[in-house]
């Protein structure tokens, strides 16, 4: 899937995080919320839950680098429910740069190397749930 590089600095990039790592995914929340107020009604629930539901995502991620094809159909299905929620395919490439500013910003000693193997990352997760969104919508149509 990835290269072994990509992986070891997404590893490396976990684990070089800055502070408690739930800070990170709440000061994502807060950047998300001050680059776009109109998807802030998108989050019904406590944006602490979320958040914590994020970083549990982000480390599962982490972890399964070496069988992330097991997680296709899993990862299709949060495009699913978050279309659901109203989730649109541009907001996806908002929310990749805004997880990635703030990863720059929690990760010590962040390199161009960080910021193309996390983007790698992002990406594949990001086509992966625009890819479960489409095809749900295209069996309700």
């Known amino acids: ?75 299709e299905s949060l495009g699913v429910r978050h279309a659901a929620y109203g989730v649109k395919e541009e907001h996806y490439i908002l929310v990749a740069r805004v997880l990635m500013a703030t990863l720059r910003d929690h990760i010590s000693n962040w390199s161009d190397q960080d910021e193309n193997a996390w983007g790698m990352l992002l990406d594949y997760v990001a086509d992966l749930m625009i890819t479960g969104a489409r095809e749900a919508n295209g069996a309700a149509a």
């Open 1 to 75: 899937m990835f290269e072994e590089q990509v992986k070891q600095t997404v590893r490396s990039g976990l684990a070089r995080l800055r502070g408690s790592p739930g800070n990170v995914t709440r000061d994502f929340y807060d950047h998300l919320f001050k680059a776009a107020p109109s998807v802030r009604p998108l989050f019904r629930d406590d944006v602490d839950v979320q958040a914590d539901k994020l970083l549990d995502m982000l480390v599962v991620l982490v972890q399964s680098l070496d069988h992330l094809q097991e997680l296709v159909t899993e990862i």
